[in-house]
């Protein structure tokens, strides 16, 4: 039965994968595994000294922000009550909406001094630059303490991380510990800088250069962005920002020194153009932008509105992935694999758009309850937000691990010492030994910009990988 029991399984599972038409997807995770494995088996090297050097680092500037903050106040300040008490004697704004006890009109506020918030008024409080620095050191030195250490693996010595295949969108996750969020910091203080290769081996390091903003690009064939991406252009925030407002968008360039080679023009409305970039990629609606720039929710939309006039064809192309992702009650990823993410309170949302039609039709609209109302906008606005981002998210993800297969089995072909001990999402380390680095590197970046052009539906733009020699990551 143990052996029967599978194949019967599989039978089952292999008539649902027919019926979706996922097969290229299966075919990808099956062929991902192995390298997957290799990497999880395989593990990270670790400088352990240089590790509590960076540590020991971190703990003195958490120390001195925390002595510069109690001769302003002699408060706990890792308390938010008291943080919030003094930061409101202070005049600091901390009430924001409690979307979970608000609904309709009926809105209610809550206090909160966490980043998202109180960032945005850093420029007119200067205590909250203090306050959000030590909370961030904070957390590093609770986070990559001397417990983390405890992660190296006796026998092996090295990071063995638990990877999980597939989230939501297609993405692999990292955990105990987790790879994936480690601080890179300034350079001789990083924690990333503590990874090592094992001595007479090198790490080769490759990434994809704008890889989402060319993904967004290609599938929504966006003919603004294609021409920048096929143009000798590299600030697309200075791009975008441009084409909203019609005038020359140009950032600082400095040198190591901090020496200005070239002159900003406009600079402000080139963080316009950065803060939309990222924010509608995610489906940031006016809200989120009126909150990023503390502008008037009108204002926000004027924004948006200069962004989707610039970017015409990425209108119709979020228009329509909401209108299927309505339809289906899922999110296709890829048009390449067909992977697909079924959408949370789908079925809620279905019972709540035809109670909303038939009071409607019925000419009770006024009779709908409030909560009906703010209910149904809420999942409506969750279905439109992930179908514009994980489409991009999961292509990006299957990008990366058809990369890796390909690299892997090159080398495994070219029976060459080489393993990849670590992915991070856009990003593929390789270890190998010193005297085949050049080889391996460019074989990384090769298929790495062969797997981007395989599974762009529209092959409008080329996908480019962006290759960093290092001793250490």
């Given at each position: 039965n143990d052996v029967w029991m599978p194949l019967l399984i599989r039978r089952a599972q292999l008539r649902l994968v027919a019926k979706d038409s996922i097969q290229e997807t299966v075919k990808l995770e099956n062929r991902y595994l192995p390298v997957l494995s290799e990497t999880e088996l395989y593990g990270i090297g670790a400088d352990s000294e240089q590790w509590m050097e960076n540590y020991e680092k971190y703990i003195i500037l958490e120390e001195a922000a925390?002595?510069?903050?109690?001769?302003?106040?002699?408060?706990?300040?890792?308390?938010?009550?008291?943080?919030?008490?003094?930061?409101?004697?202070l005049g600091i704004p901390t009430e924001i909406v409690d979307k979970e006890k608000s609904y309709g009109d009926n809105i209610s506020y809550k206090d909160s001094v966490q980043e998202l918030h109180i960032a945005k008024y850093a420029t007119e409080f200067p205590l909250i630059k203090l306050y959000l620095k030590y909370k961030n050191l904070k957390k590093i030195t609770s986070s990559y303490g001397e417990k983390f250490l405890n992660h190296i693996h006796q026998v092996t010595g090295r990071i063995h991380s638990n990877f999980t295949q597939m989230v939501t969108t297609g993405r692999q996750a990292s955990s105990t510990p987790n790879l994936q969020n480690i601080p890179k910091g300034k350079k001789g203080s990083g924690f990333r800088e503590c990874f090592k290769p094992a001595e007479g081996y090198v790490f080769v390091i490759s990434d994809y250069a704008s890889q989402e903003s060319r993904l967004i690009a290609d599938v929504a064939k966006e003919q603004a962005m294609i021409e920048f991406f096929n143009s000798k252009e590299t600030d697309f925030h200075s791009f975008t920002a441009s084409k909203m407002f019609g005038v020359e968008v140009r950032a600082t360039i400095k040198d190591d020194d901090g020496n200005i080679l070239v002159e900003g023009i406009n600079e402000h409305l080139r963080q316009i153009g950065k803060v939309l970039n990222f924010l509608i990629a995610y489906g940031g609606s006016a809200h989120k932008i009126a909150d990023a720039f503390q502008i008037p929710i009108k204002e926000a939309e004027v924004f948006i509105t200069k962004y989707f006039e610039a970017y015409k064809d990425l209108k119709i192309y979020y228009e329509y992935v909401h209108k299927m992702a309505k339809k289906r009650g899922y999110i296709l990823i890829s048009d390449k694999y067909k992977r697909r993410t079924y959408i949370k309170h789908y079925d809620e949302y279905i019972r709540l758009e035809k109670y909303i039609e038939r009071q409607k039709k019925s000419g009770w609209v006024k009779l709908i309850?409030?909560?009906?109302?703010?209910?149904?906008?809420?999942?409506?606005g969750e279905i439109e937000r992930d179908a514009q981002n994980y489409p991009i998210q999961g292509t990006g993800a299957e990008l990366t691990k058809l990369a890796a297969c390909m690299f892997f089995e090159?080398?495994?072909?070219?029976?060459?010492?080489?393993k990849i001990p670590l992915i991070v999402h856009d990003e593929i380390i390789a270890e190998?030994?010193?005297?085949?680095?050049?080889?391996?590197?460019?074989?990384?970046?090769?298929?790495?910009?062969?797997?981007?052009?395989?599974?762009?539906?529209?092959k409008l733009i080329k996908i480019v990988a962006g290759l960093l020699l290092s001793c250490y990551y």
């Open positions: 925390k002595s510069a903050l109690e001769a302003i106040r002699p408060i706990n300040w890792n308390s938010s009550k008291q943080v919030v008490k003094v930061f409101k004697e309850p409030k909560k009906v109302w703010s209910r149904y906008y809420i999942l409506k090159w080398y495994i072909k070219e029976n060459l010492d080489v190998c030994k010193k005297s085949i680095q050049k080889k391996v590197s460019k074989a990384l970046k090769f298929f790495m910009e062969e797997a981007g052009n395989y599974i762009l539906p529209n």
